[in-house]
């Protein structure tokens, strides 16, 4: 598959999930850029705005299987990756595949969910397979988990430490809908019969496996390379940050890039691309001083300041 063919298919999947799911094309375009970047989506936001749609109908228009895990208080990590089981014929025990078993594993209200068993997510999400007793097992490919977490602000909520972050290639939240989206969502609702709007499928799995590898591809200029760096080296320089941007952060934002040109269907990366995917890929991965988090600094302001600050490559 070439970037042209990447591009139409990327369009295509993201038509048919505009058609169910009310929110920015941008927004879209940011959670298909994590699985193109070969990653994984976190999408922050309050209750009811569509997160669990969003993840459902990516995978319906990828036609990759889909896994749903409901974290709460109480879940066991056993509980999402499975467990050894006790076959009473056979006289021996048997794994029995947990619902991380899936391409596209939707951890629904993640931070609900003790650390422990936020951490049964971080082998999967890094080495594409989990260990039980000692036994490792492969996860189906593609994999990716599309987890969405309430504000930290609401009561009940463990935050995620900085190393699962630090996971994810992007993050972004849906917000509320204008008045036009709110009033076609209600058209379109008393349009059908399900509470929910129903996703066609676009892709399938081998077409899907083929378009992460197209990023692969495309062509990143020695300056460009340095722009990223000097980016995420930026935001360790800033007073008001307390860890800034890791290495593994800048090879996201690499790899995102590459992506994101290759989505709009180019060989090659333009500094605008690298501005365009610095918020979703870099601002999660910021951690603030307690002075600025008190002051009420946003981690998207840094972003935007190293942004500003780092000189672009240009065109001789």
């Known amino acids: 598959m070439d970037v042209t063919e990447a591009n139409e298919q990327c369009e295509a999947v993201l038509d048919t999930i505009g058609n169910a799911v009310i929110a920015d094309r941008e927004f879209l375009e940011t959670v298909l850029l994590g699985a193109m970047a070969g990653g994984h989506a976190l999408l922050e936001d309050v209750p009811g705005t569509g997160k669990t749609l969003t993840a459902r109908s990516f995978a319906s228009a990828l036609g990759l299987s889909f896994s749903r895990v409901q974290f709460t208080p109480d879940l066991l990590p056993a509980d999402v990756t499975g467990t050894h089981v006790f076959n009473e014929q056979d006289r021996e025990f048997e794994f029995n595949e947990g619902p991380i078993f899936a391409n596209?594993?939707?951890?629904?209200?993640?931070?609900?969910?003790?650390?422990?068993?936020?951490?049964?997510?971080?082998?999967?999400?890094?080495?594409?397979?989990?260990?039980?007793?000692?036994?490792?097992?492969?996860?189906?490919?593609?994999?990716?988990?599309?987890?969405?977490?309430?504000?930290?602000?609401?009561?009940?909520?463990?935050?995620?430490?900085?190393?699962?972050?630090?996971?994810?290639?992007?993050?972004?939240?849906i917000g509320y809908p204008?008045?036009?989206?709110?009033?076609?969502?209600?058209?379109?609702?008393?349009?059908?019969?399900?509470?929910?709007?129903?996703?066609?499928?676009?892709?399938?799995?081998?077409?899907?496996?083929?378009?992460?590898?197209?990023?692969?591809?495309?062509?990143?200029?020695?300056?460009?390379?340095?722009?990223?760096?000097?980016?995420?080296?930026?935001?360790?320089?800033?007073?008001?940050?307390?860890?800034?941007?890791?290495?593994?952060?800048?090879?996201?934002?690499?790899?995102?890039?590459?992506?994101?040109?290759?989505m709009k269907g180019r060989e090659f990366v333009t500094p605008d691309d690298v501005k365009r995917v610095a918020q979703p890929v870099l601002a999660h991965r910021v951690v603030l001083t307690p002075d600025a988090q008190v002051n009420n600094v946003s981690k998207s302001s840094i972003v935007d300041r190293v942004l500003d600050d780092v000189p672009v490559p240009t065109v001789e």
């Open 104 to 173: 596209v594993v939707l951890a629904d209200e993640i931070n609900r969910a003790p650390p422990k068993t936020q951490a049964a997510l971080l082998e999967a999400m890094e080495e594409g397979q989990v260990t039980v007793d000692g036994d490792t097992h492969e996860l189906p490919k593609p994999f990716f988990v599309i987890a969405t977490q309430n504000p930290v602000e609401q009561e009940g909520t463990f935050p995620l430490p900085e190393a699962q972050v630090d996971r994810f290639a992007v993050k972004s939240s």
């Open 178 to 262: 204008e008045v036009e989206g709110e009033y076609e969502l209600l058209r379109r609702r008393a349009g059908r019969s399900d509470q929910s709007p129903s996703v066609g499928t676009v892709l399938d799995e081998r077409l899907v496996t083929e378009l992460r590898e197209v990023p692969e591809t495309v062509r990143v200029d020695d300056d460009l390379l340095e722009y990223m760096a000097n980016v995420a080296r930026e935001t360790r320089e800033d007073r008001r940050v307390q860890v800034g941007v890791s290495p593994r952060g800048t090879q996201r934002l690499f790899e995102a890039t590459r992506a994101y040109a290759a």
